[in-house]
């Protein structure tokens, strides 16, 4: 009995470390399948430029007087670097850096949009101080002295995925962040985006855009002065009483 005890124990670590070899050889041949494929996905983004980007166009019939057309962005984007977004308002200026890793498309968008003037001279239409502490802008239809009711409905004609989005992160717009608005869905970002200058908890269902560098200070003023709870009703805040006025908004050469 002691004989078979010893053989049959024999037999178990002959099996333990058959298994173990196998598992290790797997490891291995899927770590090198990984680094060829990202190899290949490399070359192959190089070649193609960067990122792929894809643009729906809004159809004609569902664009209103608020929809501005520009054309549309290249389909491909970098991928690799950052860029500096500077937002210069009647306050002063606003400074922000992108990471291109995080959002290709969404920086390539914006890009597009700014050698085109397309914020220039638009005003920030919305100020949430309850619960979320954001400033929105970014439609390209408020202008002037007055307020319209169709504030806040306008962008370009197109639309885009969502990138970068905050599933991760407690809370997941925090002070500094600026991140796109859209419309409730999948898909659905365009032009307007909003700075957070207070923690704010929301669905992580907007791209985070990038990170303030200089300015937040700014944007805290214009919560201190409130807003006139134009939007109290539906989704909330109203239009800040401290008026922000883009001047103009650019967007730096890819740096890396």
Same mark, same amino acid.
């Given at each position: 009995?002691?004989?078979?005890?010893?053989?049959?124990?024999?037999?178990?670590?002959?099996?333990?470390?058959?298994?173990?070899?196998?598992?290790?050889? &797997?490891? *291995?041949?899927?770590?090198?399948?990984?680094?060829?494929?990202?190899?290949?996905?490399?070359?192959?983004?190089?070649?193609? $430029?960067?990122?792929?980007?894809?643009?729906?166009?809004?159809?004609?019939?569902?664009?209103?007087?608020?929809?501005?057309?520009? $054309?549309?962005?290249?389909?491909?984007?970098?991928?690799?670097?950052?860029?500096?977004?500077?937002?210069?308002?009647? &306050?002063?200026?606003?400074?922000?850096? &992108?990471? %291109?890793?995080?959002?290709?498309?969404?920086?390539?968008?914006?890009?597009?949009?700014?050698?085109?003037?397309?914020?220039?001279?638009?005003?920030?239409?919305?100020?949430?101080?309850? $619960?979320?502490?954001?400033?929105?802008?970014?439609?390209?239809?408020?202008?002037?002295?007055?307020?319209?009711?169709?504030?806040?409905?306008?962008?370009?004609?197109?639309?885009?995925?969502?990138?970068?989005?905050?599933?991760?992160?407690?809370?997941?717009?925090?002070?500094?962040?600026?991140?796109?608005?859209? =419309?409730?869905?999948?898909?659905?970002?365009? =032009?307007?985006?909003?700075?957070?200058?207070?923690?704010?908890?929301?669905?992580?269902?907007?791209?985070?855009?990038?990170?303030?560098?200089?300015? %937040?200070?700014? *944007?805290?003023?214009?919560?201190?002065?409130?807003?006139?709870?134009?939007?109290?009703?539906?989704?909330?805040?109203?239009?800040?009483?401290?008026?922000?006025?883009?001047?103009?908004?650019?967007? =730096?050469?890819?740096?890396?």
């Amino acid at each position: 009995m002691a004989e078979r005890a010893t053989a049959a124990r024999k037999r178990r670590q002959l099996q333990a470390s058959i298994g173990a070899g196998v598992a290790l050889l &797997l490891v *291995v041949a899927g770590t090198v399948w990984l680094v060829v494929s990202l190899g290949d996905d490399k070359d192959n983004s190089t070649q193609a $430029g960067g990122a792929t980007c894809a643009w729906t166009e809004i159809p004609a019939e569902q664009r209103n007087a608020a929809t501005k057309d520009v $054309g549309l962005p290249p389909t491909t984007a970098k991928n690799t670097g950052s860029q500096t977004m500077t937002i210069d308002t009647g &306050l002063g200026p606003i400074t922000a850096k &992108l990471n %291109l890793a995080n959002v290709p498309c969404t920086a390539a968008s914006f890009t597009h949009l700014a050698e085109k003037k397309f914020f220039d001279n638009t005003k920030c239409h919305r100020l949430v101080t309850q $619960g979320l502490q954001v400033l929105q802008c970014g439609d390209p239809s408020v202008t002037g002295t007055a307020w319209k009711e169709t504030d806040g409905t306008g962008g370009p004609t197109y639309r885009f995925a969502e990138e970068n989005l905050p599933t991760d992160k407690r809370p997941p717009y925090p002070a500094g962040v600026i991140a796109m608005a859209n =419309s409730g869905g999948e898909g659905t970002t365009g =032009s307007q985006f909003f700075i957070v200058y207070g923690d704010s908890q929301l669905p992580a269902s907007y791209t985070v855009l990038g990170t303030v560098t200089g300015g %937040l200070d700014l *944007v805290s003023q214009v919560g201190a002065a409130g807003d006139d709870g134009a939007f109290a009703q539906q989704a909330g805040g109203g239009h800040p009483k401290k008026e922000v006025l883009i001047k103009s908004l650019t967007m =730096s050469a890819p740096v890396g």
